[in-house]
């Protein structure tokens, strides 16, 4: 079955949460350490859409699947038509297409939002099926940083990867409103 693929509500925030407290607590898919509550997550949704990015929910047979969504690559202005996606998908989900329709989806929302790259930090390159998933999105290795996060006992490498959208870099970017 496939995923319907929507805009996300505060009633998500829920799923969403538990969904992240798996990757935080038994993962390296996230560098945070602690669980963010519902409240901190609704927080973070709510900063984001004010911001002019999108945060999506996938569903399946009613439940949530999965969300991504799309932040700021950096805070300084000249990286206003850049984003870094984040895409995280329950488990039983996982490797049912999900994580494709999500980022899919993502990149449809970002590049008609006026956002010329997209960005995809992954934690750590033994996670194959995220690299696996940007590439089949059009995303091309930038390179690796080397033990720079510490988690779970153990130094982390993180993959970066990027994706143009749009026109890319080809011609000069429209003026944005929100950042």
Known sequence: MSPT???ATPDDVPAITAIYAAEVRDLVNTY???PPDAAEMLRRMQDLLAHGFPW???ETGGEIAGYAYAGSYRGRIAYQWTVENSVYVAAGHQGHGVGTALLGRLIDECAARGF???IAVIGEPANTASI???EKSGFQLVGIFRGIAWK???WLD???MQRPLG???GSPPSERTTQ
């Open 116 to 118: 010329r790259q997209m």
């Open 5 to 7: 693929i929507r805009a």
């Open 32 to 34: 945070e350490y602690d």
């Open 158 to 160: 993180t993959v970066q």
């Open 167 to 169: 026109a890319g870099a």
């Open 56 to 58: 999506l929910v996938a």
């Open 152 to 154: 779970h006992g153990r």
């Open 132 to 134: 696996r998933l940007h």
